[in-house]
C-alpha cells in the first residue's frame, strides 16, 4: 500500500501547501475512502483547527455533506465564548437530514453554546420559487447574516458526484460530461482551471461572499477527490486545506 510509505506527513503538507499555493495544508495519514478510522482522524483534525478559530463573536458557517457531519461529530464542545452565531452556509434539502447544512449547523451550534439560524430551502428549486423564498422576511434575515460569515469550513466535491447526489436536472448533468467540470461546493460547480461553470438554484453562501470570509477551512478527502480539490484551488486559494494521504499524492501527481 503506497500510502503508509510516506512517513513524513509534513512533507507532504509542504509540498501541496507549495503546489496549490494555498494559506495552509494539513494532511492526515491513510486514505479517508477506503478506512473509517481515517476518516474520523479527517473529521478530528478539521474539529481542531476549526476550533483555534472560533472566538467570541464569531459568525461561523458550515456547509453539509458527510465530511462536515464527520468534522462535528468529532468537534470537542467548548463553551464559555461570548455572541457566537452558528450558520449553514447553504440551503439544500435533498441529502439525508444528518448531511444536510441545517442540521450540522445546529449540532455544531450545541457544542458551542451558540445561538444558531436555519435555512430551509431545497435544492434545484426553479428561478420563481426560489425568488419567492428569498423575499420571505425570515429568510432573508438570514442571508443577511450569511454574508457576515467570519469563519467558514466547507466540503468541495466531485462534480460528477455531487450532481448525481443532489438530483440536479439533466441539464446540468449534461453540461458537467460535456464541459468536464470536476468540482463542487455550495452549489457551483467548476472545471479544471477552476472556472466556475454553472451556478445552480442554491440558497446562501455566495462566491463573492466567499472571497472576502477572513477564516475558511476546507475539508475534503479521498483521490477521487483530488483533481476537485486542484480545480478549486485555482478559483480561491485564501483558506486551510485539510486533507487525506490518498488526495495528497493523487494532486502531487496531477
Ligand atoms: O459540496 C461538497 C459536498 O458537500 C461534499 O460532501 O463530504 O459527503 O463528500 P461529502
Known amino acids: 500500500n503506497t500510502f503508509y510509505y510516506i512517513k513524513n506527513l509534513s512533507d507532504l503538507e509542504i509540498k501541496l501547501k507549495d503546489k496549490l499555493n494555498l494559506r495552509r495544508v494539513l494532511v492526515v495519514a491513510g486514505d479517508t475512502e477506503n478506512d473509517i478510522y481515517a476518516f474520523y482522524d ?5 474539529a481542531e483547527i476549526m476550533l483555534n478559530f472560533i472566538k467570541n463573536d464569531t459568525v461561523l458557517g458550515i456547509t453539509g455533506g458527510t465530511t462536515m457531519a464527520c468534522t462535528v461529530n468529532h468537534m470537542k464542545s467548548k463553551k464559555g465564548l461570548k455572541n457566537l452565531l452558528v450558520l449553514p452556509a447553504r440551503g439544500g434539502l435533498s441529502e439525508e437530514l444528518e448531511i444536510q447544512a441545517n442540521t450540522i449547523a445546529a449540532n455544531l451550534a450545541e457544542k458551542l453554546d451558540a445561538r444558531y439560524k436555519l435555512l430551509h430551502i431545497p435544492d434545484n428549486l426553479d428561478k420563481e420559487g426560489l425568488n419567492v423564498l428569498k423575499n420571505n422576511k425570515l429568510i432573508n434575515e438570514v442571508l443577511e447574516d450569511i454574508k457576515k460569515i467570519n469563519l467558514l469550513v466547507f466540503g468541495l466535491g466531485n462534480a460528477k458526484k455531487m450532481a448525481a447526489r443532489r438530483k440536479s436536472d439533466k441539464e446540468v448533468l449534461r453540461k458537467i460530461e460535456s464541459e468536464n467540470l470536476i468540482a463542487e461546493t455550495f452549489g457551483y ?7 466556475v461553470k454553472i451556478e445552480t438554484n ?6 463573492d461572499n466567499f472571497k472576502t470570509i477572513k477564516n475558511a477551512i476546507g475539508v475534503a478527502a479521498g483521490s477521487s477527490k483530488a483533481e476537485a480539490i486542484y480545480a478549486f484551488s485555482k478559483f480561491n486559494n485564501n483558506f486551510i486545506l485539510v486533507t487525506d494521504e490518498a488526495a495528497a499524492i493523487r494532486i502531487l501527481e496531477l
Do not use: E, P, R
Open 202 to 207: 442554491s440558497v446562501g453562501i455566495t462566491l
Open 42 to 46: 479527517l473529521g478530528k483534525k478539521a
Open 189 to 195: 460547480f467548476f472545471d479544471q482551471d477552476g472556472n
